[in-house]
């Protein structure tokens, strides 16, 4: 069964970091290109990050800087390591692959 599964997700103050997971199975995370998402109740989703299959990785200008990509193949994960969370980083984090293959989502609050 091809699945992803987020997980790390949480209340934290601002300035604060969480680092958010993405597991897979059915499937190797390094074989294809997994994009970062978030949505935010009432609005669009707005693409975060992304790491291809050969490593190469991207950033929304919102982030860079603050967040990370990496991916652990053995344990077929992608990571999202997210530092100096704002409020405006709260959202309902996701990630995809290709068809369309998406998980529930993992949810970040950034309140004091």
């Given at each position: 069964?091809?699945?992803?599964?987020?997980?790390?997700g949480?209340?934290?103050?601002?300035?604060?970091?969480?680092?958010?997971?993405?597991?897979?199975?059915?499937?190797?995370?390094?074989?294809v290109?997994?994009?970062?998402?978030?949505?935010?109740?009432?609005?669009?989703?707005d693409?975060?990050?992304?790491?291809?299959?050969?490593?190469?990785?991207?950033?929304?200008?919102?982030?860079?800087?603050?967040?990370?990509?990496?991916?652990?193949d053995?344990?077929?994960?992608?990571y999202?390591?997210?530092?100096?969370?704002?409020?405006?980083?709260?959202?309902?984090?996701?990630?995809?692959?290709p068809?369309?293959?998406?998980?529930?989502?993992?949810?970040?609050?950034?309140?004091?």
């Amino acid at each position: 069964q091809v699945q992803l599964v987020e997980s790390g997700g949480g209340l934290v103050q601002p300035g604060g970091s969480l680092r958010l997971s993405c597991t897979a199975s059915g499937f190797s995370v390094s074989s294809v290109y997994i994009n970062w998402m978030r949505r935010v109740p009432g609005t669009g989703e707005d693409w975060v990050s992304s790491i291809s299959s050969d490593g190469e990785i991207k950033y929304d200008t919102s982030v860079k800087g603050r967040f990370t990509v990496s991916r652990d193949d053995a344990e077929n994960t992608v990571y999202l390591q997210m530092n100096n969370l704002a409020r405006e980083d709260a959202a309902l984090y996701f990630c995809v692959a290709p068809g369309g293959v998406r998980g529930q989502g993992t949810q970040v609050t950034v309140s004091s």
